[in-house]
C-alpha cells in the first residue's frame, strides 16, 4: 500500500486501458459485420471494412482541404472500397444517407459509420477508433460549419472516396 494516493500501479491502468480497448474495437468490427449482414439479408449490398487507422482531421491542421475523419484502409480491401463508392455514386445518389453508431471507452472513440446508396441499394460500412482527445478542434469546426466529411485513403495516402455529411450530431452526441 502506498502512502499518498494510487496503491494500483501506473502500468497496470495502462494495461487495463489497452485491454478494455482492445475488447471494445473487437465489439465494434463483430457489430459492424453483424449490421452488414442484416442489411445483405434485406437486399442491400454491402461493403464492411474496418480501418487500420482513424484520425480526426479539423480544418487547421496541414490537410486542411480534407476537414473530418480520416479512414485508411488496408491495400487490399481498396477496389472493394473503390467498386462499392463508384456504384453508389454511378446510380447518381451518393450516399446521402448515413448512421452512425459510437461508443466510447479507455479515452478512445468507437464507431460504425454506415452510409446508405438507396438507387443502388448499396451501404458501405467503416468501423473507425480514434483518441478522444484529439477530437476536441474537429468537433468544434463541425458545429460551426454545420457538416462533416469522412474520408477514405490508403496507407500511401491515395484518397479513394469521401463522404459529406449535412449534420454533424451524429458524430459528437456530447
Same mark, same amino acid.
Given at each position: 500500500m502506498t502512502e499518498f494516493g494510487d496503491s494500483e500501479d501506473p502500468s497496470d491502468r495502462i494495461a487495463a486501458s489497452s485491454e478494455e480497448a482492445k475488447s471494445?474495437? +473487437?465489439?465494434?468490427i463483430e457489430d459492424m459485420n453483424? =449490421?452488414?449482414?442484416? $442489411?445483405? *439479408? +434485406?437486399?442491400?449490398?454491402?461493403t464492411a471494412i474496418a480501418a487500420e487507422d482513424t484520425a480526426p482531421n479539423p480544418p487547421d491542421s496541414e490537410d486542411a482541404e480534407r476537414f473530418g475523419f480520416i479512414h485508411v484502409i488496408p491495400d487490399n480491401r481498396a477496389t472493394e472500397f473503390t467498386a462499392a463508392f463508384d456504384?453508389? %455514386?454511378?446510380?447518381?445518389?451518393?450516399?446521402? &444517407?448515413? &448512421? !452512425?453508431?459510437?461508443?466510447?471507452a479507455a479515452d478512445r472513440?468507437?464507431? !460504425?459509420? /454506415? =452510409?446508405?446508396? *438507396?438507387?443502388?441499394a448499396n451501404v458501405i460500412l467503416l468501423a473507425g477508433n480514434y483518441d478522444l482527445r484529439k477530437a476536441d478542434a474537429l468537433a468544434t469546426a463541425a458545429r460551426k460549419r454545420g457538416e462533416?466529411?469522412? %474520408? /477514405?485513403?490508403? $496507407?500511401? +495516402?491515395?484518397v479513394l472516396g469521401s463522404f459529406k455529411h449535412e449534420s454533424w450530431e451524429h458524430f459528437f452526441p456530447e
Open positions: 471494445a474495437w +473487437q465489439a465494434t453483424g =449490421m452488414a449482414d442484416e $442489411l445483405a *439479408e +434485406q437486399g442491400w449490398t454491402t456504384r453508389g %455514386h454511378g446510380a447518381g445518389g451518393g450516399f446521402q &444517407e448515413y &448512421e !452512425v453508431y459510437r461508443s466510447e472513440a468507437f464507431q !460504425v459509420t /454506415v =452510409m446508405y446508396d *438507396e438507387p443502388s462533416i466529411y469522412t %474520408h /477514405v485513403q490508403t $496507407l500511401d +495516402q491515395t
